[in-house]
């Protein structure tokens, strides 16, 4: 078997690994810290936890907001096993294979969560997930894909393409939204033709010369990214900590699956 990819991710040229970062927030305690200590931007670090939580099953790392520091970042419990069980394998190497079953009989598991950050694509939000429900028509089918922590994502493709991906019920399936489809709103009970509507709180608001990267935390622990105007920004009085809801069509879900 294998050793798991560490899925390096990218800053200015140079790779990191994702599994350093979770190890630096934990000892930190911030990812500011994290990343100052890595020698990556601020921003590299916070787009490598918001994709490490998107693909995990449940989130790896927890913000807290608040505090005499002015909060900070730890890892979940599913995040320290998660970086254990790698380290483990990568010291012990070949003696791992013989003694897989009693030191990670959950080892697969943590496998294919390090294996989905090589999925690589110019979608904003990636989403793991596993399908709930299809429902066919005589052109396209509607897909349900639960993501966890109660979150939902509904994609409307064409029948042949459920076909393609071999798509059922319980399969894994990942869901791709670039950040420009995703409209956002503080009218939570606003009446739309959007299939999705997924309302959550701003933890990141970033504002450029024209547009604006928002990142909306979920109920469950995932983040969304939008990009609107900055006008849109000013408009809708948005902040730390603002609710929002965010729309997306089902027809601009794209769905994928591993090979």
Known sequence: ?????????????RKYDHLELLEQIDACGSITAAANLM?????????????????????????????RNGGGAVLTVNGRRLVSAYRRLDKERQQ???????????????????????????????????????????VNAEVVLDIGGGDEI????????????????????????????VILTTYRNLKTSSRNKLTGHVVRCHEGAVNAEVMVELPGGKTLTAIITNDSVTEMGLKIGSEVTALIKSSSVILAVAS
């Open 96 to 138: 791992v294979l013989n003694q897989l079953n009693q030191v990670m009989e959950d080892f697969e598991a943590y496998y294919n969560i390090i294996r989905k950050y090589d999925l690589k694509t110019s979608a904003r939000n990636q989403f793991s997930g596993r399908v709930k429900a299809i429902k066919h028509g005589e």
């Open 154 to 181: 509904v994609a409307n493709i064409t029948c042949d393409s459920v076909e393609h991906l071999a798509l059922e019920v319980g399969s894994e399936a990942y869901a791709m939204i670039k950040s420009s489809w």
């Open 1 to 13: 078997m294998n050793t798991p990819d560490k899925g390096p991710l990218m800053d200015r040229g």
């Open 39 to 67: 020698g990556m931007s601020y921003k590299t670090a916070w787009d490598a936890v918001e994709a490490i939580n998107n693909l995990a099953e449940a989130p790896l790392v927890e913000r807290r907001v608040g505090g």
